[in-house]
């Protein structure tokens, strides 16, 4: 395994992935609190994703319904992805402000401060009246509580990889942030579940209060978030790196401009290499529901069954894939995900469109547990070794809620759009997926040798 030096500067350097965290964790960390550190990064995960994948679930059943009644069936359906898109855009901000605080202040108030604020905004999304019963004001509301949501998303899932990739040893680094990758697809299994359940009431119950439910349920999830983090300590690495710089009396910089100064590559790599996976993930997790429902004429239940089905592989894939990635490498495997992703986007649209639940049900698990469980697997071990301990937040945080803006929020829009372009056909979707797989592969081999420590 290689090792990191450190400069005269204390920045270190990132020629090779390993750091000399790893002797320290290897020495000091114990199973039990690795343990409670995976928990603590998961659950929040599990809310971030739960939270998005409802409301993107709604966007396509409830949101152009109740929002946008105004507006044409292909319009509203556009109209509420959009609002989905636009809780992305605060994303880098928020991503920027609470990373600064995990790597300014600690990893922990960071995580505490995001998972207050997506689950508050959740549970008011929930008590939110519809057009019409307050007019106008419904979607302004709406686009504000997804701006706030999305403020608060904006470092959570990055703050959980760097939380727990500081707790564990390096030989496992890609297993245990791969865990909380998957966690992402627990969220989104949830969701499906919970709207799965929903769905199976009266049209007019379902569409009048049984949609809320859901969104209410999030304050559950919210309170077990908040007990489980408020009694971790800071990783350990993070401290002793605090510590050694107070010790030689250096002066803390601003985390954004130290990343922006010694890695603006990583950064912008990061965020290209992220196009493939996110790309998937969105039209697996947000669009894939409206599609099957709304195009192609699948029931509700049908579409959310078989989503819920390819998530349960997804949540064996990608720990499965993480622990490839620990033993051949994090670039190699993040390769082989998005390679297979491009090839078997076709495929998999080609069986959604038989209209069997089986079939679809099939090409989804198998873009899921592989594809996804590839990319899932690999992505977060690859991400946390291209920074270093103090500026690594934000550093993973600015790349990916870029790619967010970019990729992760317009893909719903721009695959709804897509559809409409061809016809109601997804052959320009398959278009889509490629191109960005395509993107990703290029980033990954571009900046591997920052982040592969084999």
């Known amino acids: 395994m290689t090792t990191l030096t450190a400069s005269s500067n204390g920045i270190i350097n990132n020629d090779n992935a390993a750091t000399d965290e790893t002797t320290y964790k290897s020495e000091h960390a114990d199973k039990a609190t690795m343990v409670k550190a995976v928990v603590a990064g998961s659950v929040g995960t599990v809310i971030e994703w739960y939270d998005y994948a409802l409301y993107g679930t709604a966007a396509g059943l409830v949101i152009n319904n109740l929002f946008f009644p105004s507006l044409s069936s292909a319009a509203a359906l556009l109209a509420a992805f959009a609002t989905f898109a636009v809780g992305y855009f605060a994303r880098p901000l928020g991503g920027i402000i609470i990373s600064h605080i995990g790597d300014h202040f600690g990893r922990k108030p960071a995580l505490i401060f995001a998972i207050v604020l997506m689950g508050a905004t959740t549970t008011l999304l929930g008590l939110l009246p519809s057009y019409f019963t307050i007019g106008i004001w419904a979607p302004i509301i709406l686009v504000l509580l997804r701006l706030f949501q999305g403020f608060g998303a904006g470092a959570e899932l990055a703050g959980a990889l760097t939380f727990v990739a500081e ?26 579940g919970a709207f799965f359940i929903v769905s ?30 408020e009694r971790l300590d800071e990783t350990p690495v993070y401290a002793e790196a605090m510590a050694e710089a107070k010790a030689k009396a250096e002066k803390q910089k ?38 099957m429902v709304n195009t192609l004429g699948y029931s509700r239940s049908d579409a959310l069954s078989a989503l819920m089905w390819a998530s349960f592989f997804a949540i064996i894939g990608t720990p499965l894939m993480g622990m490839i990635a620990d033993k051949i490498g994090n670039a190699k495997v993040y390769i082989i995900g998005n390679l297979f992703i491009a090839a078997f986007s076709i495929p998999m649209f080609l069986l959604v469109d038989t209209m069997s639940l089986p079939m679809a049900a099939l ?35 600015l790349s990916r809620e870029l790619n967010s803006v970019l990729i992760s929020g317009p893909t719903p829009f721009i695959a709804a759009w897509l559809v409409e372009l061809g016809g109601g056909t997804s052959h320009y979707v398959m278009g889509y997926y490629i191109i960005c797989c395509l993107v990703s592969v290029v980033a990954v081999a571009a900046i591997a040798k920052y982040a592969n420590h084999h």
């Open 167 to 192: 707790y564990v040893p390096y030989r496992r680094r890609a297993l245990c942030t791969a865990i909380i990758n998957a966690s992402t697809v627990i969220g989104i299994m949830f969701a499906t």
């Open 254 to 291: 601003v985390p954004l401009l130290e990343v922006l100064k010694h890695s603006p590559k990583q950064v912008v790599f990061n965020m290209l290499a992220l196009c493939g996976h996110s790309a998937n993930s969105y039209i697996l997790s947000v669009f894939i529901i409206s599609y």
């Open 200 to 229: 199976q009431l009266p049209e007019e119950s379902f569409m009048s209060w049984g949609w809320r439910v859901p969104f209410l349920c999030s304050a559950i999830l919210f309170a077990i978030a908040l007990y489980i983090r």
């Open 363 to 397: 090409g989804m698990s198998i873009m899921y547990s592989i594809g996804y469980g590839c990319t899932s697997g690999a992505q977060g071990a690859f991400q946390v070794n291209l920074f270093p301990v103090r500026y690594r937040y934000s550093g993973i945080a």
